[in-house]
T-cell receptor
Framework: KAGVTQTPRYLIKTRGQQVTLSCSPI?????VSWYQQTPGQGLQFLFE???????NKGNFPGRVSGRQFSNSRSEMNVSTLELGDSALYLC???????????FGPGTRLLVL | EDQVTQSPEALRLQEGESSSLNCSYT??????LFWYRQDPGKGPEFLFT???AGEEKEKERLKATLTKKESFLHITAPKPEDSATYLC????????????FGAGTRLAVHP
């Protein structure tokens, strides 16, 4: 059974640009969560989607948004990039949001 | 404020030298306590979920235990391939997979 996949794996952007990251959950999983990981703040929850609806959101600015499609694939978008947005962005999926989450390999974003 | 604290930050062991990692939590309405392993440049890999005080789970050289205030990850006779960062996370009841992570313990096992 294929795991969670994330694209792209690596990305370099400049300040002020926007970026879109993609996540395909494990087949049959309908809940997708996003996390940001940095050396200083560790792993922090961004938001969770189920059936195309955002059910839960962390404490992040409005520049960070997401969406989910009918096939459960999810995207997150960061607009007006800042240096502090450089991080590893991780996606995790579970069946309904009440079970163990399984993480993808992450997308490493570098903002110059 | 909901918080998960892990100690020590880093741990260096000789191969075969058993030890324990600590995770203390102050999470209101904790639904579950999770342990993950993360290798450099990779996403966290699921190890255990614990739901109630007194619960224990084992996998190879790892054993996780849970009390009302903390969890321990015991590593018995570790091998170099156990070197990784071990992450503990608490999940809020009704939080729909919103995990609150600790900063992790970086474990290095030397031959």
């Amino acid at each position: 059974k294929a795991g969670v996949t994330q694209t792209p794996r690596y990305l370099i952007k400049t300040r002020g640009q926007q970026v879109t990251l993609s996540c395909s959950p494990i087949s049959g999983h309908r809940s997708v969560s996003w996390y940001q990981q940095t050396p200083g703040q560790g792993l922090q929850f961004l938001f969770e989607y189920f059936s195309e609806t955002q059910r839960n959101k962390g404490n992040f600015p409005g520049r960070v948004s997401g969406r989910q499609f009918s096939n459960s694939r999810s995207e997150m978008n960061v607009s007006t990039l800042e240096l502090g947005d450089s991080a590893l962005y991780l996606c995790a999926s579970s069946f309904s949001g009440k079970e163990t989450q399984y993480f993808g390999p992450g997308t490493r974003l570098l903002v110059l | 404020e909901d918080q998960v604290t892990q100690s020590p930050e880093a741990l260096r062991l000789q191969e075969g030298e058993s030890s324990s990692l600590n995770c203390s939590y102050t999470v209101s309405g904790l639904r579950g306590l999770f342990w993950y392993r993360q290798d450099p440049g990779k996403g966290p890999e699921f190890l255990f979920t614990l739901y109630s005080a007194g619960e224990e789970k084992e996998k190879e050289r790892l054993k996780a235990t849970l009390t009302k205030k903390e969890s321990f990850l015991h590593i018995t006779a570790p091998k170099p391939e156990d070197s990784a960062t071990y992450l503990c996370a608490g999940e809020l009841s009704g939080g729909y997979n919103k995990l609150i992570f600790g900063a992790g313990t970086r474990l290095a096992v030397h031959p």
